[in-house]
């Protein structure tokens, strides 16, 4: 095994995770390359159940060094808290196996209360944003307005930095939208309260990521959310503010000239999604109440239920396409044991037509889900640790699903704990 990024395939929440949790064994680094504080990844190893927003899922093993790299929205409050609470669980965190680049951006006061303010003003428009600041974080990044982790070190020159770009923000926080503007004052208290205590962590990782690179150590790349949420080929506007796509891996983790060997993608059995947008064959009433039980299918970081489907292949083929996938790890099998039947959108009904490649966004406003059903298997799978051990059915829902994409299913996940995964061979 080289280097490896791990990503979902679809909406986000597939079980990422729960993924990289259980490869760290076989990887020296993990780092997160995108996104911030917006999802959510749940892992549940022998030391409890943990939500990590932006903590790399590496942070559980001992020896692991875990980086958040440039491409990451870098909230210190958030990381803070996180910090805390992994913390008062028993995880040591250290800059030792903590490293933030001195090159990924802080996501400031105002992103946060602009990202609100810009929700309520869409109302019904909305995008359904989690309202962590990410997207006037990676707007104003991408406009050369916010400041650089590395920063902290050049104290008086960070202090005339933030004073031009309130300046510039107060203007939109007045006069766009009525609010109140911040005080140098307040910006400043930020800075001592939260942007300080993380300058430990703070290093040139692209340069910690060559050495250990070119002494042989193994590097996980770890995204967030799914291909549909990528920014430029995803469902947008209903996207994410950055690339969750395995190509932009090395540039966000800070080491462009990294070569990827193998790319896993996540696959829920079954679809979810979180937010605003064109959900092809979504399910309503007591079906979806059901799968949603079943699933525990509730957001890490918001709690909302999750929208709910069959398992799309149309989907499905574009994200492991687009991600360049080499291996597919399956998840949350075991929640579809209790169907008689299960529902698979096998491809989509668009105006008319039937079509099994994934269409341009406009496009899903009336697409239909055209859907087929294959045999459920009606038994508790969760203490399958084989191939073998999986029933007939259940074997033949994997393959079903493999087909379709056009890429082996190498890991099967029948339960949340790190030991409840089928290595196939
Ligand atoms: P991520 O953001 O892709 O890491 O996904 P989330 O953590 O948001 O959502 C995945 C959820 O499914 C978490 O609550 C996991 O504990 C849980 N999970 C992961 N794999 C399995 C599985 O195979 N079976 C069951 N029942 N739950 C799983």
């Not at 870098?74 to 040591?92: F, H, T």
């Not at 942007?195 to 910690?208: H, L, R, S």
């Not at 679809?271 to 079943?294: I, R, Y």
Request: charged share 25%; hydrophobic share 40%.
């Amino acid at each position: 095994m080289g280097n490896c990024v791990i990503v979902g395939i679809n909406w986000g929440d597939e079980g990422k995770g729960r993924m990289v949790d259980l490869l760290t064994e076989d990887y020296d680094i993990v780092v997160r390359y995108q996104g911030g504080g917006n999802a959510g990844h749940t892992v549940i190893n022998e030391k409890g159940k943990f939500a990590l927003h932006l903590l790399p899922s590496g942070i559980f093993r001992e020896g692991v060094v875990n980086i958040l790299g440039n491409g990451v929205a870098l909230d210190p409050e958030n990381l803070l808290c996180e910090i805390a609470d992994v913390e008062s669980k028993g995880v040591r965190i250290t800059p030792e196996n903590l490293k933030i680049s001195d090159r990924a951006s802080l996501l400031l006061p105002w992103h946060r209360r602009l990202d609100g303010l810009e929700e309520a003003r869409l109302a019904d428009k909305k995008y359904g944003s989690t309202k962590q600041g990410i997207a006037p974080f990676y707007s104003d990044k991408y406009q050369k307005k916010t400041v650089l982790a590395g920063e902290l070190f050049y104290p008086e020159k960070l202090r005339s930095h933030l004073t031009d770009l309130l300046e510039w923000k107060n203007l939109t926080l007045t006069r766009v939208y009525g609010d109140e503007a911040v005080t140098g004052e307040e910006l400043m208290s930020w800075v001592g309260r939260f942007a300080e205590k993380i300058k430990p962590f703070v290093c040139d990782t692209t340069d910690y990521l060559e050495k250990a690179s070119a002494s042989g150590k193994k590097i996980l790349f770890e995204a967030q959310l799914g291909t549909l949420r990528d920014i430029d080929f995803g469902i947008y506007p209903y996207t994410t503010s950055s690339n969750t796509l395995a190509a932009y891996a090395p540039i966000g983790a800070g080491i462009p000239f990294a070569k990827i060997d193998e790319v896993i993608g996540v696959v829920k059995a079954y679809s979810t999604c979180v937010g605003e947008g064109p959900f092809v064959g979504e399910m309503t009433g007591a079906e979806a109440d059901a799968l949603t039980e079943a699933g525990a299918e509730y957001g890490a970081k918001t709690g909302r239920p999750r929208r709910v489907a069959p398992i799309d292949l149309v989907a499905t083929r574009y994200g492991v396409k687009m991600q360049g996938a080499t291996a597919i790890a399956l998840t949350k099998l075991d929640v579809l044991s209790y169907m008689d039947e299960i529902p698979v959108c096998i491809r989509y009904r668009v105006k008319g037509k039937e079509t099994g490649s994934f269409p341009f966004p406009d496009a899903l406003d009336g697409a239909e889900a055209v859907i087929g059903y294959a045999e459920g298997w009606k038994c508790d799978i969760s203490g399958a640790r084989k191939w073998t051990d999986l029933p007939a059915a259940a074997r033949s829902y994997v393959e079903m699903i493999e087909n379709a994409i056009g890429c082996p299913i190498k890991y099967v996940s029948v339960g949340p704990e790190r030991d409840s995964i089928i290595i196939r061979d």
